[in-house]
């Protein structure tokens, strides 16, 4: 019987050492798992491991670089806005050319011939509407002589005067005798001296007739060896000057 009490003991003592190395293990297992460490896998970590830190002056630089930019930027805006606000300039403004002058007034209408009542009413120049005529020789042939202005002057005493201007400056002057009868007028001169070569001129006499304040109406009347009346006209008053007329 001896030897069953010394299986006991070596199986008590057997189960001692188990329970202790039990005990061993557990402790050791709690005191890893506070240290976040496992036991599968074979002493692994039970957290991520830091990432190791990476090289950042790249992006510090970067951003410093920015700093400045905007920094240069906020600089030129406050220089701009410090400068002083300039007035834009106005639009060059074309001078306008002048209005043309006014037109001259239209001359008066010319004085038309009346019958007067005294033949210093008359005073002035008086020449026909049809203007310029061209006259001829007092002959068969009939040969043109050259054109001639024809004037009938009078002075402030009613002396008139008959005046035949050539266009190349010869002339021929007479004296005119005035009749004034009531509504009529009549004047007469004898035969025309001329200068240069021109022949002398025949004799004419002259009838105006008119309406009390209408304009007079004259028939000229060639007393020359081709006798025969003129048509017609009217007589116009025109200035001294005009009856001296030549053209170079």
């Not at 630089?61 to 806005?81: I, M």
């Not at 509504?183 to 021109?198: D, E, M, V």
């Amino acid at each position: 019987m001896e030897w069953v009490g010394t299986a006991m003991k070596r199986i008590l003592a057997a189960l001692g050492w188990l329970v202790f190395a039990a005990i061993v293990v557990l402790g050791g297992r709690m005191m890893l798992g506070a240290c976040e460490v496992r036991t599968w896998p074979v002493l692994g970590y039970a957290y991520c491991p830091v990432p190791p830190r990476q090289d950042r002056s790249g992006l510090d630089a970067e951003r410093d670089r920015s700093a400045v930019q905007q920094s240069r930027v906020r600089r030129a805006e406050q220089q701009l806005a410090a400068l002083p606000v300039c007035k834009p300039p106005e639009p060059e403004q074309r001078a306008e050319a002048p209005p043309p002058p006014p037109p001259p007034p239209a001359p008066p209408p010319p004085e038309e011939m009346k019958i007067p009542d005294r033949v210093e009413d008359l005073k002035g120049c008086w020449q026909s509407d049809r203007g310029d005529i061209q006259i001829v020789t007092d002959d068969e042939r009939q040969r043109p002589i050259g054109v001639v202005r024809v004037c009938y002057c009078f002075d402030d005493r009613g002396r008139g005067t008959i005046k035949h201007t050539f266009q190349d400056g010869d002339s021929c002057r007479g004296p005119l005798r005035v009749q004034l009868e009531p509504n009529t007028l009549k004047l007469r001169h004898a035969k025309l001296p001329c200068s240069g070569r021109k022949p002398d001129h025949v004799p004419a006499s002259i009838e105006c007739k008119a309406s009390e304040g209408q304009s007079a109406e004259c028939i000229a009347d060639q007393l020359g060896n081709n006798r025969g009346k003129m048509a017609p006209e009217r007589f116009r008053k025109v200035s001294a000057a005009a009856c001296d007329w030549r053209e170079n």
